[in-house]
Every structure is written in structure tokens, then in C-alpha cells.
């Protein structure tokens, strides 16, 4: 069922069924200068990015110079990064872009961010989406209605969130970044354009003193969870900008398993291995839809302990309410060692209940349809 849904998406983008919502061709010519990255004591032994269709080289997706003979003249030179050890900041002492504020990542020089994550939405086109790279027009398409899905702008979260806070009516008129369609429809459920949600509520125009404070709830809780931007380090949080997000598969503890001997594999903040896959299993949803309420747990039939003053002291889904005497958690198989102890998506062993009574045979919380 899952392989048939990500096909059908990808089948019903090429088709160019657009607006603001949510193959490649085959060639027998080598990858481009891809011995000059993995030769020698270099990239050697990284996995192959991409199976099928168009053979990549290391430079159609990171750019540098696959002609030269030492790191500093091959990579674009960076004094930003998202992890300490990449070129730059660590023997530079540049500055590590964890978290970062979407200013930030935006005033980054397209070549850099492109070294850093080839699949950040704001230098796709010159990589997934590109017309010309590998020679092959590859998934252009998809990449363009992507970056208006709200995968990327976040816009029916805020239009939902706004309008039952009290802050907006029904349109949706905000996403986490200023957006324009090129594929407009008159369709219902479609905005032509978005604006940048803004920093201070005055700009939204209300004085309800509901909506304001609702206001700064979606600024704490949701505008973090996004494609234009990485997730943090910490246990089960990680997730990557761009098509990585979902492609680039990443494990609870974000260190690296890759082959390729130039990496550290106790450096947190990266993806399994360098490798691009369709089949992206629950886990990975996870690192985002966690999140406030722990819904996309709750699609599995996990749910939280109670907590005395509720999630984060917003009103959790459990607040007040006595935990069942024979509960089963979630195992320790679940979480991630962090700081001497269990640690996932920043709650400690035990916490995550799999089956309120385990003295019977019915799931009391059982998967839902989006599982």
C-alpha cells in the first residue's frame, strides 16, 4: 500500500496536476568526474546515492570541482554548516546552523547550502528539480509542486490553527515562507499566494486576547516543523530540510552507519547512509509528527503517560488524567541511550505506553487509517 501511494503522488505530479498543495530518463554515459571525489582516501567507499535512471556524480548534486587534487580546492568553501565536523567550521570555527532561525538559513550562499544539502528546497532546482543535471530531466515536476505542498509551507496548519484561535477567518493567508504559485487554479482549498507568518501578532490584526495568546502557541509549536529547515540533534528529533526529510532515511539517534570512511559515525545530525529511498518506514514520519500531542503517535496506538501539568504546560492530551494501573511502555528497544539514560523525543524510559492493559487482549489505542 505504501509503494502504490508514492507512486500514485509521484504519477499524479508528472501528470502536472498542480497548485498550491500537494522520471527520470535512463542514459548508458558515465557519471561525470565521480572518480575524482571517490578516489584515493577520499569518498571511496560511499554508498550510491540514487539507483536507477540517470547515473549521478558526486558534483551533480554538491557541486565542487571533481577535477581537483585536494579537499579545499574540490569543496566550495564553507564557513557554515550544519554539523561541527563539516569542512569549515571544524578546522574554521564557522558557525554551525542547528536549529536555526529560516533568516539564517536563507542569507546562506546557494553554492554552500547546495554542498551541505543538495535537497533543500531553496537550491532544488538545481538538483532534483533540475532540467539538466546528470543529463536528464529528473523530477522537476514534483520538486516544483513540493516546495507549494504543506509538507513546506505549513499553510493549513496555520490557516486551521489561526482561524479556530480566533486570529484569522477561513482563508488561508500565512506559511512559514513568503510563496507564490505558478500552477494558480480558482479550485477551492487553493491560495494563489502566502505571506511570511509574522513575528508579532499587532501584524495579524487582532485584539482578542484568546488569539493572541494562540498566536504565540503556534509560534512555540509549530512553525519548527517544516521542510525549509533541519530538525535539532536530540534523540528521535532529527530530520533533514528538503526531499531528505523523507528520502534520506535517518535513524532515532541521527548518527551515521554510512561506508564512507571520511564520516564520523558518533557525530549526531545525519542520515543513515547516503542513500535515497521510496520506502520510508513510520519511524521516520516520526521525527516530525511526534510533535505537540504526539499525534503521529497516536496513529500507531502509542500514547503518552499523563503528565501534572500537561504537555510543555499547554494543555496536554493527558492532563489530569490517572495513568492504567497495567499499562504496557513501550521497551527500551524504542529509545536512544542519550545523557546515561533512554532518552526519545526528549521524554525519558518509561514513558510511551503500547497497550493500556495488559492483561487482555484488546488494544485499547489501536492503529489508525493513517497507519
Not at 479556530?164 to 515562507?177: K, P
Request: net charge negative.
Amino acid at each position: 500500500m505504501r509503494r502504490f501511494l508514492t507512486w500514485s503522488i509521484l504519477l499524479v505530479a508528472s501528470l502536472g496536476v498542480g497548485a498550491l498543495f500537494v522520471g527520470c530518463l535512463d542514459t548508458s554515459d558515465p557519471p561525470i568526474g565521480k572518480q575524482g571525489c571517490v578516489a584515493g582516501a577520499c569518498h571511496q567507499k560511499v554508498e550510491v546515492i540514487h539507483y536507477g535512471g540517470v547515473p549521478l556524480a558526486c558534483v551533480d548534486c554538491h557541486g565542487g570541482d571533481p577535477a581537483a587534487t585536494t579537499k579545499e580546492a574540490a569543496h566550495p568553501t564553507t564557513t557554515v554548516s550544519f554539523n561541527p565536523s563539516t569542512p569549515g567550521t571544524k578546522e574554521g570555527g564557522g558557525v554551525v546552523l542547528r536549529g536555526a532561525a529560516l533568516t539564517d538559513l536563507d542569507a546562506v550562499d546557494p553554492e554552500v547550502l547546495q554542498f551541505l544539502n543538495p535537497s533543500d528546497y531553496r537550491v532544488v532546482d538545481r538538483t532534483c528539480g533540475s532540467t539538466t543535471r546528470g543529463g536528464g530531466n529528473c523530477h522537476t515536476r514534483i520538486a516544483e509542486h513540493s516546495i507549494l505542498s504543506n509538507h513546506a509551507t505549513l499553510a493549513g496548519q496555520l490557516a486551521g490553527g489561526l482561524y479556530f484561535g480566533g486570529a484569522t477567518d477561513r482563508n488561508a493567508r500565512y506559511g512559514v515562507m513568503n510563496t507564490t504559485d505558478q500552477f494558480p487554479t480558482s479550485a477551492d482549498g487553493f491560495a494563489a499566494s502566502l505571506s511570511l507568518l509574522p513575528d508579532n501578532v499587532d501584524e495579524i490584526g487582532t485584539t482578542d486576547p484568546v488569539a493572541r495568546g494562540y498566536f504565540g502557541g503556534m509560534g512555540q509549536l509549530c512553525v519548527d516543523c517544516h521542510l525549509a529547515r533541519d530538525g535539532t540533534t536530540s534523540p528521535g528529533l532529527y530530520t533533514s530540510s528538503g526531499c531528505n526529510a523523507c528520502h534520506l532515511i535517518t535513524d532515532n539517534d541521527s548518527r551515521p552507519l554510512t561506508t564512507d570512511e571520511t564520516q564520523s559515525h558518533d557525530e549526531p545530525g545525519h542520515g543513515r547512509r547516503h542513500r535515497l529511498t521510496n520506502l520510508i518506514p513510520d519511524a521516520q514520519c516520526n521525527h516530525c509528527h511526534h510533535a505537540h500531542l504526539h499525534r503521529g503517535l497516536l496513529s500507531q496506538g502509542v500514547r503518552e503517560k499523563s503528565e501534572p501539568d500537561g504537555d510543555q504546560a499547554m494543555g496536554g492530551p493527558n492532563r489530569g488524567v490517572e495513568d492504567p494501573p497495567n499499562a504496557v511502555f513501550w521497551s527500551a528497544d524504542h529509545y536512544v541511550r542519550s545523557a546515561g539514560g533512554y532518552n526519545l523525543y526528549d521524554k525519558p524510559f518509561p514513558f510511551y505506553i503500547e497497550d493500556e492493559d495488559g492483561t487482555n487482549n484488546v488494544d485499547e489505542t489501536p492503529p489508525d487509517i493513517h497507519t
